[in-house]
C-alpha cells in the first residue's frame, strides 16, 4: 500500500509559501515592468514544466517542442484577431489549441518515438521546421515574419488581473503534472527512461506511454503559448523557433530534471537574469554584449551544479540525513555495549 504525503508535509508548506510570496509581490514591488516580469516567469515556468515530462520523466530530448507553444499561440491570436476580444473566445482558443496539440502530438509521437536518443531528437526538430515554414509562407493567415498585433480581452488589459491568471493556471498545472509523476503512470515513464528495454520486457508498451507523455507535454506548452501572446499582445514566427525550446531546455537543467519544481526554479534564475543584465547595458557598456555572461553563468551552473539547483539542494539534505542516521546508529551500538 503506497503512503499518501501529509497535507502539511516539508515540501507542500515549501510550495505554499512560493505561492504566497508570489501573490504578495506586485503589491510589494508595485511596478509594471515587475509584474509583466513575473508574469513571463509563470509562463515559461509551465512551458519548462511540460518540457520535464519529456526529458525528466520520460528520458526523451526533444528539439520540436516550440511546436505545440507556437501552436497554442498562433491559434489564440488569429481567434481573437478574427472573432473578437472576448474571455470566451480567449477559452475556447485555448482548448482548439490544446486539442490541435494533442492530435499533432499524436501523429508525429507515433511516427518519431520509435526512433532512439538523437535520431529522435534531429526528427521533432525537423517536423518543427515544417511549421516554421508554413507560418512563414501562410501570410494570409500568419503575415508571416513580420507577424500581427491584436486586441486582448478588456479584462486582461489591466495587466495585474492578467498576472494572477497565468499564476492560478501554473498552480493548476503544477499540481495536476505532480499528481501525473506520482501515479502508477508516472511510476512507469521513470522506469523507461532508467531502461526502457526491461521496461518492455515486463510487459509494458512503452510506445503507447511515450506518446501519452508527449501528448501531455504538448498539451501544456500550448496552455503556455496562448498565455504568452496574450502578454505581448502580438505574435510573429518567433513562437516556433528554435530558441523557445532551448530556453525550455535551460530552464530545465539548470533548475533540475525530473523535479517539476526545478523548472520553475530555473525560469525564474533565467527569466530574472537576463532582465537584471540586459538592464545592466544602460549603463555599463561591458553588458551590452551580455549574452556572453548568460553563457557564462549557464556553464558554471551546469559545472557546479551537475544535477540542477533543486536536484543538488536534495542530494546534500538526503547526504546530511543518511549522515545523521549512521551516527545516531552508531551511538545506539555503542550505548547497547555499554550496558552489556
Same mark, same amino acid.
Given at each position: 500500500?503506497?503512503?499518501?504525503?501529509? &497535507?502539511?508535509?516539508?515540501?507542500?508548506? #515549501?510550495?505554499?509559501?512560493?505561492? =504566497?510570496?508570489?501573490?504578495?509581490? $506586485?503589491f510589494v514591488l508595485d511596478s509594471r515592468t515587475m509584474t509583466i516580469l513575473l508574469t513571463q516567469f509563470c509562463i515559461f515556468a509551465i512551458l519548462a514544466m511540460s518540457y520535464d515530462i519529456l526529458l525528466g520523466y520520460?528520458?526523451?530530448?526533444?528539439?520540436?517542442?516550440?511546436m505545440f507553444f507556437g501552436i497554442g499561440a498562433y491559434t489564440t491570436a488569429i481567434m481573437l484577431s478574427d472573432f473578437g476580444p472576448t474571455v470566451g473566445i480567449f477559452a475556447a482558443s485555448i482548448v482548439v489549441g490544446i486539442v490541435l496539440s494533442a492530435i499533432i502530438s499524436v501523429i508525429s509521437g507515433a511516427l518519431t518515438l520509435r526512433l532512439k536518443s538523437h535520431f529522435y531528437a534531429m526528427f521533432t526538430l525537423?517536423?518543427?521546421?515544417?511549421?516554421?515554414? &508554413?507560418?512563414?509562407?501562410?501570410?494570409? #493567415?500568419?503575415?508571416?515574419?513580420? =507577424?500581427?498585433?491584436?486586441?486582448? $480581452?478588456?479584462?486582461?488589459?489591466?495587466?495585474?488581473y492578467f498576472y494572477f491568471l497565468v499564476l492560478i493556471c501554473l498552480v493548476i498545472v503544477f499540481i495536476l503534472l505532480k499528481r501525473i509523476?506520482?501515479?502508477?503512470?508516472?511510476?512507469?515513464?521513470?522506469?523507461?527512461?532508467?531502461?526502457?528495454?526491461?521496461?518492455?520486457?515486463?510487459?509494458?508498451?512503452?510506445?503507447?506511454?511515450?506518446?501519452?507523455?508527449?501528448?501531455?507535454?504538448?498539451?501544456?506548452a500550448s496552455l503556455a503559448g496562448s498565455l504568452y501572446v496574450i502578454s505581448l499582445r502580438f505574435v510573429n514566427t518567433s513562437v516556433l523557433t528554435m530558441d523557445i525550446t532551448l530556453d525550455a531546455l535551460m530552464m530545465t537543467i539548470i533548475g533540475g530534471v525530473g523535479t517539476l519544481i526545478g523548472p520553475i526554479i530555473g525560469a525564474g534564475v533565467i527569466e530574472f537574469a537576463q532582465h537584471y543584465l540586459s538592464g545592466l547595458a544602460r549603463d555599463y557598456p561591458i553588458f551590452e554584449r551580455w549574452i556572453i555572461f548568460f553563457g557564462i553563468l549557464y556553464i558554471l551552473a551546469?559545472?557546479?551544479f551537475p544535477r540542477g539547483i533543486v536536484g543538488t539542494i536534495s542530494s546534500s539534505y538526503n547526504g546530511w540525513k543518511l549522515k545523521k542516521g549512521q551516527k545516531k546508529t552508531v551511538k545506539l551500538i555503542e550505548k547497547e555495549e555499554i550496558q552489556q
Open positions: 500500500m503506497i503512503k499518501q504525503p501529509s &497535507l502539511l508535509s516539508r515540501s507542500n508548506i #515549501v510550495y505554499t509559501v512560493i505561492v =504566497g510570496v508570489l501573490i504578495v509581490l $506586485p520520460t528520458g526523451i530530448i526533444s528539439f520540436g517542442h516550440a525537423a517536423i518543427s521546421g515544417l511549421f516554421l515554414v &508554413l507560418a512563414e509562407k501562410w501570410r494570409t #493567415v500568419t503575415k508571416g515574419n513580420d =507577424g500581427f498585433t491584436f486586441r486582448a $480581452p478588456e479584462l486582461f488589459r489591466e495587466r495585474l509523476v506520482a501515479s502508477p503512470f508516472g511510476k512507469v515513464l521513470i522506469a523507461i527512461r532508467e531502461n526502457e528495454q526491461r521496461t518492455r520486457s515486463l510487459g509494458y508498451k512503452t510506445l503507447g506511454y511515450k506518446i501519452i507523455a508527449s501528448v501531455i507535454a504538448g498539451v501544456v551546469v559545472i557546479f
